[in-house]
Structure formats: C-alpha cells, structure tokens
C-alpha cells in the first residue's frame, strides 16, 4: 500500500480514475500552456496514463484537487503538470513534480524529460527546480532533462545508512 505525504493540511498521493474528471477540469483551467483543442485529451488518455502508461499523483486539501502530475513510462517524461491558477505558488507543484521524476528514477531510468512553452512562468518554475533547459523542440516549446540524483556516500565501516522508507 502506498503512502500518503502531508504537507500542512495538503494530501499528495496516487491519483485514481475518480480524480479525472477534476484533473481535466484543472487543465482546462490553467492560464498558460492551455489546449488550442481541448478534445486531443481524452478521459481515455488520462486513464491510461495513471496505469499501465505511467502514473499519476494528485494533492488535495479537503477532498479538492489543487493539482496534479503524470509521469509517462515509455521515454522516462512528465507527461503533465497543473495546478489550479489560485494555488500556484502554494507548495503544490514541486511537490508533485517530485513524486513523477522519482518514480521515473526509480525504474532505472538515467533521465527525464519534459517540454513546456518557452518564456512562460512554468519554463521559469523548471529552471527554478533545478532542470536543464536545453534546446527549443519548435517555435514554441522548450526541452527541459533532469539527471538522477548521485548516489549517496557509502556509510564507513560499522553504520548503517539511514534511508527513507516511505514509498511513493
């Protein structure tokens, strides 16, 4: 079973297909990054993206969804990341964004990627994360890698490392 992270009285945890509908209604809702086509998203998608093509999480305060992340498994992504535009600067995107680059790490892989627009407050928020902003994709989208973190040091000889034991 999964672990629940609070943080304050917010929730961050696994997002279920009962979370959907409000996540799309989040995307929807956002000021920067939005759809010129709201229907290429489909609930479909958003299904497949929380299992079996990746995994997504969510935080709430009071059974409200303030945001959400997807990680997309087949090339190591974040597939998506919203908040809703009154709790941005809150403590909800980081967190999130967190959840999806570890999960990603934990399956092996060396990198994760994402694209955002560029010159926007999300290009800024990556940065700002400690992402890589590399190359343009086109015109309007910005390329952004993270590299997993190094290894901790090795305990000397005779102590035990401590490690984090909840999952996510």
């Known amino acids: ?5 609070k943080k304050s009285n917010k929730i961050f945890r696994r997002a279920t297909t009962a979370d959907i509908p ?11 990054n939005t759809l010129s086509d709201p229907s290429i998203i489909t609930y479909q998608m958003c299904e ?7 995994r997504g999480w969510c935080c709430e305060v009071d059974g409200k969804i ?7 498994k087949a090339d190591a992504s974040i597939w998506a990341l919203f908040v809703r535009p009154e709790y941005e600067g ?12 570890e999960w990603l790490f934990s399956l092996g892989n060396a990198q ?3 694209g955002t627009a560029a010159n926007t407050r999300a290009d800024r928020f990556y940065l700002a994360q400690g992402w890589q902003r ?9 390329i952004y890698t993270l590299d997993v973190p ?3 040091p090795a305990a000397a000889p005779g102590v035990v490392a401590a490690t984090p034991s909840a999952s996510v």
């Open 22 to 32: 409000e996540m799309m209604e989040i995307r929807l809702a956002v000021k920067e």
């Open 1 to 5: 079973m999964e672990t629940q992270q």
């Open 112 to 114: 994760v990627k994402l």
């Open 66 to 72: 303030l945001g959400f992340s997807y990680a997309a």
């Open 90 to 101: 809150q403590g909800v995107g980081a967190p999130l964004l967190k959840l999806a680059t």
């Open 150 to 152: 190094a290894t901790a």
């Open 134 to 142: 590399g190359s343009m994709k086109n015109a309007v989208e910005v």
């Open 48 to 54: 497949d993206y929380l299992d079996p093509l990746g």
